[in-house]
């Protein structure tokens, strides 16, 4: 299978959308199913919750223009038209949290906010070339938090540079709802930056399902950071 | 010739490649980044922010499409600024992205001068050895104009990022070619 979809998602009758919906959970499901075997002993993020909100905002998505992911990234890679089987290798290999693929402009950081900054550079890059492409920027509520999304959408927002932030807004920073964070304080962003809601369906990361990995030994293509 | 003539120099060799680009603060304006940049044209340098993440980060993504950018950090102290970009993601663009991904820039970071003006503890840090350490891309500490033009000109054909560190004090010293 090349990719989950054939037809584009303005093309979609609504039962081939429901159809690519449940195709999505099923992809989840089935890594889920693993997981909770020990399968798979890294950190997995998964998706659930908001299939029907991103096969909206992805019928925007043009070829050729950049994706930029989070920790939570099986379903933007699955929509931006990743092969399944690779997404299951990149996964069981540990990658979960990294998933990169230069055919189709995709590219992810597990730190928070930590993408915001890069989309921004590649939109200048597009915007000095005079590309027609555009930068779509995947981010989690939590990531309104942090400084380094303030730099990044006031530059954008000042140079008018071709990169739309969606906050993908489930009410949660790991597990802390907002009031808990800021108060009741709300930001009212710049145009570049858009919003929408949803209910994750699962904790900010793994199952409520209590795994023992301790006999589980893992990938062999491994990779680690330094330690001084 | 002087230290800040070599530079100079280099900057105008890198300056033909018509992927290189210069970003920072002062490249535009002030000192033109110490008149290093005094003779590179308008169109080539980008003024940034004092966003110091930012800055690297637009650096990141100019290079993914295919950009090769020169940053200049005013002073060696700010760079911690933009540990995020530089650690979590420039160092580790290549190796997280198994090869998919490569992000050729340079970065010159000079440690600031200590005359005529001594400016204290936050402009005059010298981190050069535990940058060595903390990077798996080449950092390298330029001492003379020899030591100048062999890191640029290594730095100019490499695909993954550099980081030279310059010196401030040395810029008016000369050295035998």
Redesign the interface.
Known sequence: MEKLFSKKFEEMSKEEISDLKQKLIEFESSIIKLWENAEIPYPCHFSGGNEEQLIEIFKEIKPGDWIFSTHRGHYHYLLAGGNPEKLKEIILRGDSMHIFDKNLNFFTSAIVAGICAIATGVALALKKKGSNNKVWCFIGDGVEDEGHFYEAVRYVDGWNLPCIFIIEDNNRSVETPKSERYGTSEISWPRCVRRYHYKAIYPHVGTTKWIDFSKSTGSNEKIGGPSF | MKYQEAIKIEMEKLAQDEKVIFLGYNVLHGSKAYGTLKDIPNEKC?ET?V?E??M????????????KPVLFFERHDFITVAM??LI??LD?IE????G??KSPLIIRAPVGATKPLYPGPQHMQDFSGILK??F?FPVYEVKTVKEIKEAYEKASKFESPVMIIERKDLYPEEFPD
């Open positions: 980008i922010p966003a993440n930012l690297v980060g637009l650096c990141i993504g100019l290079s993914l499409e295919g950009f995020d970009a979590n993601h580790k190796s997280m992205s198994r998919e991904f350490k903390i798996h």
